[in-house]
C-alpha cells in the first residue's frame, strides 16, 4: 500500500491539513451585526440599524398625526410620504425608537 512514502509530501501533510481545518472554520464564523432588513411598501426599514452598504440621505420625515399610535402605522404612514416626497428612495432609518423623526436613504448597490 502506497500512502504517504515520499519525505516531502510527509511534510506538506500536516501544512495542508491544517491549512484545510483553519478555513473551514474561517467559513463557519458569522457577523452577528448581519440581518435582514424587512421591506414594507417597497422601502427598506432599520430601526436602530443603518444599511450595511453605503447610501445617500435623501432627507428627512417626520412623524404625522396617528390614530392609535401603533409602530405599524405611524410606518405606514411616514413610508407613504416617502413615496411621495422622494421617489428615488428605497430605505428609511430610525435612530430611535419613538418614530419621530426617519432619514430617508437610497441605497447604493
Known sequence: MAFITHAPVKKLFPIIALSAIAL???KQTTNKATA???QRQGIYVFVLAKPANDYQVLG???RGFS???KPT???DAQIKKVLKEFP???GIIYSSLDL???NVVRIKD
Do not use: P, Y
Open 24 to 26: 473551514f472554520a474561517f
Open 36 to 38: 435582514n432588513v424587512e
Open 60 to 62: 428627512t420625515v417626520k
Open 67 to 69: 390614530i392609535s399610535g
Open 73 to 75: 402605522e405611524v410606518i
Open 88 to 90: 428615488q428612495a428605497n
Open 100 to 102: 419621530d423623526r426617519a
